[in-house]
């Protein structure tokens, strides 16, 4: 599989540049798959006085929660990013929010300034709404995934991990 990560702030452009990108590798033939950081030390799934709560609270190890159109496995703690890609096979992942995996990333942003406070290793491409107002910046290309997205899934398809599974 292929893993690549969109980054970036609140309102930068983030989800409609998976959006975008993930429409189009499935036009493309690809099966995709997305992990979603989510960056709210509140955040959970499961809460107090649910039924899978209980089970936790009464010491069960791991809890899987099935409904008629999903299943969520819950996890007590918070997986390495390893791990987690572990439960994929797709041809691609793409990672929403992830910054601390080493993987090639695209930031999205909505200001030059936001650009340099933003930056991380590993950036080949800016998008999002900063792609309104420039179309390159230093040695990056920046693409605008609505308007743009074939040339953005071509430069993803070119630079995205090859990830091995742990198996």
């Not at 998976?18 to 979603?36: A, P």
């Not at 990333?105 to 290793?121: H, R, W």
């Amino acid at each position: 599989m292929k893993v690549i990560s969109i980054y970036g702030y609140s309102g930068s452009g983030k989800t409609t540049t998976v959006e975008c990108l993930i429409k189009e590798l499935n036009r493309r033939s690809y099966s995709v798959g997305t992990v979603k950081e989510i960056h709210y030390e509140k955040f959970a799934i499961d809460t107090e006085g649910t039924n899978t709560y209980r089970h936790w609270k009464a010491g069960a190890e791991l809890v899987s929660a099935r409904g008629i159109y999903e299943t969520d496995i819950l996890f007590k703690r918070r997986l390495p990013m390893p791990e987690v890609l572990n439960f994929y096979t797709q041809d691609y992942v793409i990672l929403e929010g992830v910054t601390d995996f080493d993987v090639p990333k695209i930031l999205c942003v909505e200001s030059v300034e936001d650009i340099k406070k933003y930056m991380k290793t590993g950036v080949v491409a800016l998008s999002g709404v900063i792609s309104n107002k420039i179309c390159r910046y230093d040695h990056l290309p920046v693409i605008n995934a609505i308007t743009d997205i074939e040339r953005l899934t071509d430069l993803v398809e070119k630079v995205a991990l090859d990830w091995v599974l742990d198996k």
